[in-house]
């Protein structure tokens, strides 16, 4: 799987957009890029996740740029809850045995000051 | 509906003994996954079971471990004669199937004395 590159952490403040980026210039045609976040003491919660196109589901935005080289995770009114390591996952398409496991990073520790 | 869930949440045992830690998937999960979280470190991957086909355990560290899957649902994972560097949270994740996003519990955080 491609490797991600992202911030070790980024502050913002409650009520305004939160802004996380990722970079994954070695991203394969056939790789999905997933996003999920590990608050304190908890399991990793699955996100979103996106191919080639922008997505949106009731947890955040995902926008991945034209040459698929990086991505934005946007959560658009961030509440203190929101504080959590957020990981961005490259994974492979192809539904081969080694293609099934998740590879997490260093991830983003994203703070949501009052 | 009910999330993934891991038990127990905590487990303390000695040097050299041998601990049986259960995971019961979200229901209609045919996919299942053990990772581990070492302190302040990322997740490892650690086996993987889809449906009847044979399991992936191309990530176990040791033949220490092992891991079953009985009826297609509830899972355990075994580690025995456990050792000091075996102290970590070992997290249980299931998926729709294989390539559908995973679905995490809250994990068995392991203490070895």
């Known amino acids: 799987d491609a490797k991600t590159t992202q911030p070790p952490s980024m502050d913002c403040a409650e009520g305004r957009a939160a802004n996380l980026p990722c970079n994954h210039s070695t991203i394969s045609g056939n790789e999905y890029v997933y996003w999920y976040r590990q608050i304190h003491s908890q399991g990793p919660q699955y996100i979103i996740h996106g191919l080639k196109n922008n997505e949106t589901n009731e947890m955040a935005s995902l926008i991945i740029t034209e040459d698929r080289k990086s991505s934005t995770l946007i959560l658009p009114h961030a509440t203190l809850r929101d504080t959590a390591v957020y990981y961005c996952i490259v994974r492979v398409a192809v539904w081969e045995t080694s293609g099934s496991r998740l590879t997490f990073g260093e991830g983003t520790q994203l703070t949501v000051n009052p | 509906g009910a999330g993934v869930s891991q038990s127990p949440s905590n487990k303390v045992t000695e040097k050299g003994k041998d601990v049986e830690l259960r995971c019961d998937p979200i229901?209609?999960?045919?996919?299942l996954y053990w990772y581990r979280q070492s302190l302040g470190q990322g997740l490892e991957f650690l086996i993987y079971?889809?449906?009847?086909?044979?399991?992936?355990k191309s990530g176990l560290p040791s033949d220490r471990f092992s891991a079953e899957r009985t009826g297609g649902s509830v899972s355990t994972l075994t580690i025995q004669r456990t050792q000091q560097e075996d102290s970590a949270v070992y997290l249980c994740?299931?998926?729709?199937?294989?390539?559908?996003?995973?679905?995490f519990g809250d994990g068995t955080r392991l203490s070895i004395l």
């Open positions: 994740a299931s998926s729709l199937s294989t390539g559908k996003p995973q679905h």
């Open positions: 079971f889809q449906g009847n086909s044979a399991p992936d």
């Open positions: 229901s209609g999960h045919t996919a």
